[in-house]
């Protein structure tokens, strides 16, 4: 991919079919939401040659602008590969000054870019659903789903199993465009997954959200930051302190997704932050690693302590370059995966009799299996991870 020049001048704004904001063009209306980087707002896009349609338009401030022509070059790369039903596309993008009647304290010129508007992300999705129940009173807050007082719902169970393959199914093919272009997500969550035609799994999946993408480039030359992935998706080697990772770290989101849709919105690898804080200890000075190493601290009661070889596979520099970690991993004791936070029992819990008794659940829990593993390369790639999927296709699916 090569840098994009931002459009400055009204005559570059019109040669990329987008016209300003003090025109009719754009009507914006409410808020949709706030980012680490944007807003995003709803809107109305008239023009003279075309009839008005509902949009999303999220504006960049000023000084973001040289993280985010990334988040425009990474999305014109994906627009012109080839338009992709499970990707978010974008329609324009432009610099121009904040709408003076949205009260917010920004800078006065940004970076707006233009997509299609859906009502729904996969969290609200799954919300609206109704998946969820409270738990019984007096149940042990860390026994499985105890962790934030609520638990699967009895009797969604066949309705949980096909909706999470279909959203793995779909999430998996926008991967595959998007790893094959030689980029990286980053940021694969339930609030990064739009949904367009709201009616269960026929529902159409959408991967959104570019901001963090970035080229996988090559290990020895392309160096990445580990602080990236929201906690509960972010991959082992993330949280390991690798700067050399690679689409593996997509996959392991997907099967942190995928395993939510199963359990209702619950996730897999929830953090009870005081639990935690308190086992780790960190000092004062260590406060800027406690976010990731708490959810390591999840991660190990999930799944174990990692052997050393795959210590090695995720992080081969780990102690000659991240002393810190290094002490903190070391004053950890091994240990096996514990019942209230292993993902396996917390599957199981949630799927009940369906988990043994469903061919798909059957099927995803070992698809999950695979992913789940500390090992990057030991897991399967988008493409075969997609190829798992469809088979679990239903007839005309």
Not at 162 to 172: C, F, I, N
Not at 198 to 219: L, N, S
């Amino acid at each position: 991919m090569h840098p994009v020049r931002l459009p400055s001048s009204a005559a570059e704004r019109h040669a990329l079919s987008a016209w300003p904001l003090t025109s009719p063009t754009f009507t914006v209306e409410a808020e949709l939401g706030k980012g680490s980087f944007g807003v995003c707002f709803a809107a109305t896009r008239c023009s003279p040659f075309e009839a008005p349609c509902r949009v999303a338009l999220k504006a960049v401030p000023r000084q973001e602008l040289a993280h985010h022509s990334r988040e425009v070059e990474t999305l014109l790369a994906l627009r012109q590969a080839a338009q992709h039903p499970h990707l978010l596309r974008l329609h324009e993008y432009f610099l121009h000054e904040w709408p003076t009647h949205v009260d917010d304290a920004r800078q006065s010129i940004v970076l707006w870019q233009s997509f299609p508007l859906y009502d729904l992300d996969l969290k609200k999705w799954i919300a609206a659903h109704g998946w969820k129940a409270e738990a019984a009173p007096g149940r042990d807050r860390h026994a499985p789903f105890g962790l934030d007082g609520e638990e699967p719902r009895a009797g969604t169970e066949a309705e949980r199993i096909a909706s999470a393959v279909a959203v793995g199914r779909q999430l998996a093919r926008g991967l595959v465009h998007v790893h094959g272009l030689g980029l990286i997500h980053r940021d694969l969550k339930p609030e990064n997954v739009l949904v367009d035609g709201g009616g269960g799994a026929r529902a159409r999946f959408v991967v959104a959200d570019f901001g963090c993408a970035k080229p996988a480039g090559r290990p020895d030359v392309e160096r990445h930051v580990p602080y990236v992935c929201t906690r509960p998706y972010r991959a082992p080697e993330l949280l390991y302190a690798s700067s050399s990772y690679s689409a593996a770290t997509d996959v392991w989101s997907l099967g942190c997704v995928v395993g939510e849709v199963l359990c209702g919105g619950l996730r897999l690898f929830e953090a009870a932050a005081a639990e935690e804080a308190k086992e780790l200890q960190l000092p004062a000075e260590r406060e800027e690693i406690r976010g990731s190493a708490t959810q390591l601290l999840v991660l190990l009661r999930a799944c174990g302590t990692p052997d050393d070889a795959e210590i090695t596979a995720m992080n081969p520099a780990l102690y000659a370059q991240r002393p810190a970690l290094q002490g903190l991993i070391l004053r950890l004791p091994p240990r096996d995966a514990e019942p209230a936070y292993c993902w396996r029992q917390r599957l199981g819990a949630a799927l009940g009799d369906h988990a043994t008794s469903s061919r798909d659940a059957r099927a995803l829990a070992q698809l999950l299996d695979g992913i789940l593993r500390y090992a990057p390369a030991a897991r399967p790639t988008s493409a075969q991870a997609s190829d798992w999927l469809e088979q679990l296709a239903p007839p005309g699916g």
